[in-house]
């Protein structure tokens, strides 16, 4: 299997952790009777790990259709290449290490490894055109 696809079937565990980490943290802030709601009452406000957390997984969602589109279409037209694969690579690991950083509240070096994982996604992009 092209190493694009592979890592994007590694992304997409990825996808889970982060929604884990985050509904995790939250249920454990507002309890599973909360959880098993329909949640339409107005609630606490979260503690600012359960916030980073859901800011994290919401900023994946924002970038992964992109690498997904990316990473198939690269494979699709034949255009997989030893640059499109570490693309991959490179997305995927700084999707990992940006989890962590925003939990943490760490700014710049999350925001660094954030614009890593856009120009990882740029160079499969690049290899399209």
Known sequence: MATELTMLAWS????FV???????VVTRERGMKWNASARD??????S???GRLQRAQSNFFETFPFFAAAAIAVVVAGRGSDTT???AH????????YLPLYA??????????????ILA?????FALL
């Open 12 to 15: 997409i565990v990825l996808g």
């Open 18 to 24: 982060y929604i884990f980490a985050a509904s995790t």
């Open 41 to 46: 009452d107005s609630s606490k406000p979260l």
């Open 48 to 50: 600012p790990l359960a």
């Open 85 to 87: 694969a570490l693309a």
């Open 90 to 97: 490179v997305y995927f690991w700084a999707r990992v290490v």
């Open 104 to 117: 943490a509240g760490i700014p710049y070096v999350r925001s660094l490894v954030w614009l890593v994982s």
């Open 121 to 125: 996604i740029l160079a499969l992009v």
